[in-house]
């Protein structure tokens, strides 16, 4: 005998019957007996699932998801089936059409037919899949909180642990897991996953400078500090000139650079974007200190050899005379002036005051010079990138080719670390944060770089 599926149609058939029978015969013994009757004749008649739900979720409507997964797996099987058909029925077309007879009507009949099932069976799909994810969903957001206390005797920690047990064992018990008692609200309160940040400044030194990886304690290099050039033509028989090239050789050593952080270890516990925010802001100091460093460094003690000290001074080239020089002016000058080195400049370092007082020089008609305030365009002048940085102390500059005069050379990566057990962490339950890096900086030519001041 064919048997029907249990549909809220059928349900309510089932149910309204049954209620009937009472209303219209009277509360009778015999007229109760009908219903009961009624209700177990529509349950013979009903399909069973594979769901592994019994009792009370069964009579609360649950399904399994093994009755979803057999009709998606069914479904999908006659999909294939249909495209096989319709796979077979397109290839007897492209014979028909070679032997020039065209698509009969049985054929055409038949495609159509396919294809109306193939549409019918790819919604079923859909459908079950939305199925299965929901009752994934729902079986993760129901899911019954444990106590503190099922959680301990339950863990792995406490496996054969009985009375005759000595010694001590360690439980840990989530706190997230048991922050839902029975006396709390039920709506709980939600938490965003983002800590909100202050204003962050971008590093932006590292990346003009070629990058670099070492694994020793120190770079030695070799830098030419002078040349003098005495080659000229030459009769026969006569001594040729000499040239003088000047070089010493350089070391530059790896630094360290650190800091420490202390913190709450309940509060590192409860929440891993504390956690992540306390691990960003370390990093992110460093990368301020290093900044700091590869510009002003002094070379002396711990400290790295920044550019600045070392860059060639900024003297005016000579042959170019300027009537109220600005600070446009200076920067072509100091361009020119390392363009005379040999060493084309690729990028100019200001501070971002002194960066925003040049873009806003108007010509005597009230435009800006440098571009206009809708344009958005990248931060140029004379053909190079500006970075701003506020690394750069005001009124300063610095320009160069940074790719070719200067190199990192990382001989550890940012690496952040956590300890319970320095100074009195323990007794006061609390946490050191450590986050270091270690580095060298190789500047192969110091006249490269070209600093000075913007206004005298």
Known sequence: ?????????????????????????????????????????????????QSSYRGWNAQMGKIGEEDIEQQYKQTQANLKDI???????????????ARHEGLSKETTAKVDELLMKQGELQARVLEAEQKLVAANSATQRHEAPKSAGELFVTSDQMDGVNSSFRGSRRVSVPRAAITTTSGAGLAAPERLDTVALPGLRRATIRDLVAPGQTEAGSIEYVRETGFTNNAATVAETLAKPYSEITTALITAPVRTIAHLFKASRQILDDSKALQSYIDARARYGLLLAEEAQLLYGSGAGANLQGLVPVAADYVAPTGITIANEQRIDRLRLALLQAELAEFPSDGIVLNPTDWAAIELIKDSQGRYIIGQPQEGTAARLWNRPVVATQAMVQNDFLVGAFKLGAQIFDRMDVE???????????????VTLRAEERLAFAIYRTEAFVAGSLTT
């Open 1 to 49: 005998m064919r048997k029907l599926r249990l549909s809220p149609a059928f349900l309510m058939a089932v149910l309204s019957i049954a209620a009937l029978i009472p209303m219209t015969f009277g509360a009778t013994p015999e007229a109760i007996f009908g219903s009961v009757f009624v209700v177990g004749l529509a349950t013979a008649l009903v399909k069973p699932g």
């Open 416 to 430: 952040v670390l956590i300890s319970t057990e320095n100074a009195d962490d323990f007794e006061k339950n609390m």
């Open 83 to 97: 495209g096989d058909q319709l796979k077979a029925h397109a290839e007897q077309a492209q014979m028909d059409i």
